[in-house]
């Protein structure tokens, strides 16, 4: 069973769209974060919930809005799109906050054009 | 400013060898490193950790260093494989909890 699972894998969008993306882990953790890898590989912090509740909010413009409806999902929401969204976006969680993040999600390839 | 850093983009050994791949730090509060390796097409997989009481752990054909005068981490892998091929990324976590990647080695095995 996968432990932390992301849809969709690829998303190929027009500028100026919405679009989620979603993450569960089925690990138990109570902590979860959206991580942003840009095309140079460089992995960044965007938003951590611990226990449905924002613990990191990263200086993410505010089109970007994580929803965590229980502790087990994290959404990803991004309102009008730009092409510098364009990056692969990774869910990942742990046991607590501070911790190793050591379960990440495959990733979801976003592509603005 | 938090950074965390490695020195070379692309590392290639042979098979078989050993394999050495280096990162700098720069947030002397950091209490907590980790080395992750990204397979192509998949997100970052937990190797191997090390709290800042110490200076080597090992774990299976890996071992983490960390010098804190200098503020280096290191990971060794013994007998590299094909399979080892990947991208390796050091972390750190500071006491904003907040774990802060460096910018990745690419390591290449040759057969």
């Known amino acids: 069973d996968t432990a932390v699972s992301q849809t969709p894998k690829y998303l190929v969008t027009q500028m100026g769209n919405d679009k989620s993306i979603k993450c569960e882990q089925n690990?138990?953790?109570?902590?979860m974060y959206w991580y942003k890898q840009d095309s140079k590989k460089f992995l960044k912090i965007m938003f951590s919930y611990n226990n449905k509740e924002l613990i990191i909010n990263e200086t993410v413009p505010n089109r970007f809005s994580p929803k965590s409806p229980d502790k087990a999902h994290l959404n990803l929401h991004i309102n009008s799109l730009e092409l510098g969204d364009s990056a692969v976006y990774f869910c990942?969680?742990?046991?607590?906050?501070?911790?190793?993040?050591?379960?990440f999600g495959p990733g979801t390839r976003l592509t603005v054009l | 400013g938090e950074s965390v850093g490695l020195h070379l983009p692309t590392l290639s050994v042979q098979e078989g060898d050993n394999s050495i791949i280096n990162c700098a730090y720069s947030?002397?509060?950091?209490?907590?490193f980790i080395w992750y390796k990204q397979e192509s097409g998949k997100g970052p997989q937990f190797i191997i950790d090390?709290?800042?009481?110490?200076d080597k752990r090992q774990g299976q054909r890996v071992t983490v260093l960390l010098n804190k005068t200098v503020k280096h981490l290191s990971l060794q892998i013994a007998a590299t494989q094909p399979g080892d091929s990947a991208v390796y990324f050091c972390a750190e976590i500071p006491n904003t909890g907040k774990l802060i990647f460096g910018q990745g080695t690419t390591l290449q095995v040759k057969p």
């Open positions: 690990l138990g953790h109570d902590t």
């Open positions: 990942a969680s742990s046991q607590t906050p501070g911790g190793r993040a050591g379960f």
């Open positions: 090390i709290r800042s009481n110490m």
């Open positions: 947030n002397s509060a950091s209490d907590y």
